[in-house]
């Protein structure tokens, strides 16, 4: 996997002092100016100072007792100020590293900031939901295959999927349009350990499954020619993160292309009033968990927002007349279980309003099924292109 270069920098704005790439020294004087620029920020700070490793690849002993000695000298002489670790999951050994000072120095703390990750990221990580992310793959990719070549992919290319899931868009893709390479990258340990799996069992062997955080991400800059993320920035409280790293992964002339839906637009027919007023508390349940699954008609905004230009967007309906009906019956019976059974639950909905909930998705599931029925999931499709 690629690595950002070695940083040290601070930004006195937020009181952050960053530690990037790979820190290998033989003698302390090699990351003299480092230290120099460590010092100056502790000289600045007061209150608290953060030091931000998320993107810390790797760091020899030499390095790590140079800056350890730094803090604890400080917390020695500077009785007002204390030291906040923040590191990531995607590097766990920094985590076990920095604790050991936690552990001698009280004031010096160490914060997985994505131990929690993101509200709500438990439901859509949940392994049980793995079979039903591959019938809805399943189901999108008969429109996807014909809009893909329109934003960006072609055969060669050098490709990452971001927060790839499950792995099976990665697997279409290498057997549709064969690019030169794909990374693809998830902060789900499960599901990259299905997708591993499930590469293996085609016997395809090149795609690079990777562990990490989409919003920090451990590669370098300017090497993609087509970024895509799809169905996530919906589920993320800070989609304009995520695509500030989709940006900067991109390479210039690059696109990058996101897909998102907008539930309230779910329909179905007959018991229509039903299911539409199920799929509109759909939306405020998600925005309870911080999540917004009305992006869909956003892209254009936050792609321009991002710094994308040549944005392309276009929508589909997925229906129960997309192969068979029984495949969307089963995804919207596998969303009332989330949606019904966790969240509204977590939230603490009254007995009366879940029972209503969830006779929208029944109905939704009737229509789908009915000879004469029709039932609709609504997807927007968007890309942009990174400016020369």
């Known amino acids: 996997m690629s690595t950002v270069p070695f940083l040290a920098e601070f930004d006195s704005n937020s009181q952050e002092f960053f530690l990037a790439g790979v820190i290998r020294p033989h003698s302390v004087d090699e990351i003299g100016s480092s230290i120099c620029i460590f010092r ?21 002993n030499t390095a790590f007792q140079a800056f350890a000695r730094v803090v604890l000298d400080t917390c020695r002489t500077r009785t007002d100020l204390r030291f906040v670790v923040v590191t990531s999951s995607v590097v766990g050994w920094t985590e076990h590293m920095f604790k050991h000072l936690s552990s001698i120095e009280p004031r010096v703390t160490v914060e997985v900031y994505d131990s929690g990750f993101y509200p709500g990221q438990s439901f859509v990580e949940d392994p049980s939901f ?82 990490g955080d989409a919003s920090e991400m451990l590669l370098e800059g300017n090497q993609f020619d087509l970024v895509t993320c799809r169905h996530s920035l919906q589920i993320f409280n800070r989609p304009d993160m995520i695509l ?49 699954v009305e992006l869909g ?3 254009r905004r936050y792609l ?74 609504p997807i927007w499709a968007a890309s942009g292109r990174k400016p020369s």
């Not at 939306?283 to 309870?288: E, G, I, P, R």
């Not at 927002?305 to 997925?318: N, P, R, T």
Request: glycine share 6%; charged share 30%.
């Open 40 to 60: 100056k920020a502790i000289d600045d700070v007061r209150g608290v100072l953060y030091i931000n490793i998320k993107r810390l690849v790797q760091m020899n």
């Open 130 to 211: 793995i079979p039903i992310l591959r019938t809805q793959t399943k189901m999108t990719w008969r429109h996807e295959r014909t809009i893909l070549p329109r934003h960006g992919m072609r055969r060669g290319i050098v490709m990452a999927d971001i927060c790839c899931g499950i792995g099976d868009f990665a697997l279409l893709v290498k057997k549709e349009f064969r690019p030169g390479r794909i990374v693809a990258l998830d902060h789900s340990r499960a599901s990259l350990a299905y997708a591993r799996e499930m590469a293996a069992s085609f016997d395809v062997a090149d795609i690079e499954y990777t562990y």
């Open 244 to 292: 500030k790293e989709l940006f900067r992964i991109c390479k210039p002339g690059g696109r990058v292309y996101i897909t998102n839906e907008k539930n309230s637009h779910c329909l179905g027919e007959p018991r229509s009033q039903s299911i539409q007023w199920t799929y509109n508390e759909v939306a405020k349940l998600f925005s309870h968990f911080e999540m917004d």
């Open 297 to 299: 008609p956003k892209s």
């Open 304 to 377: 321009t927002d991002a710094g994308f230009d040549d944005i392309l967007i276009e929508s589909f309906m997925v229906t129960n007349l997309d192969g068979d009906p029984q495949d969307f019956a089963d995804v919207i019976a596998a969303w009332e279980n989330v949606y019904v059974e966790e969240m509204a639950v977590r939230r603490g909905d009254s007995s009366d309003f879940i029972e209503r909930f969830r006779q929208g998705f029944r109905d939704h599931i009737f229509a789908a099924l009915h000879p004469k029925g029709y039932a609709g999931w």
